[in-house]
């Protein structure tokens, strides 16, 4: 009996030897996890540029744009110029055209009653 009561102490000591193995193996694997996680968000975290320079390009890009903007104003108001000129020049061609127009209509009456007046001049 006693020996069978030692063996059953030892096997006892052994699993509670066993059972802590195990616990310290999970902690083991529970850091090796962490790490290896770590390690991959490091991976990701360095193919992106740090904040400062980020914050230097977005600025960069904010003036560049107000840049664009007004550059955009400009060549708007230029466009609405050349408009409005295109349009007086249309008008001023359109009355030219009209006044050539009434200057021919004019001549032709003229030469008309001209050759109407010569020939009841003529016996």
């Known amino acids: ?5 030692s063996q059953c102490e030892f096997s006892m000591g052994k699993t ?3 059972y802590d193995m195990n616990l310290k193996e999970m902690e083991n694997y529970e ?11 490091a991976k990701v975290i ?22 664009l903007s007004h550059i955009k104003e400009n060549v708007e ?4 110029l050349r408009r409005k000129q295109f349009h007086v020049l249309l008008s001023t061609i359109h009355e030219l055209q009209q006044t ?17 007046m010569e020939t009841e001049t003529k016996p």
């Not at 050539?100 to 109407?116: I, V, Y």
């Open 16 to 18: 509670l030897l066993v």
């Open 77 to 80: 108001d230029k466009l609405e």
């Open 46 to 67: 360095q193919h992106h540029p740090d904040r400062h320079e980020t914050l230097k390009q977005l600025e960069a890009l904010g003036k560049e744009l107000q840049h």
């Open 100 to 116: 050539l127009e009434n200057d021919e209509k004019l001549s032709e009456a003229e030469e008309s009653q001209e050759t109407q």
């Open 1 to 5: 009996m006693l020996s069978t009561l």
């Open 31 to 41: 850091k090796i996890y962490k790490d290896i996680e770590y390690d991959a968000l």
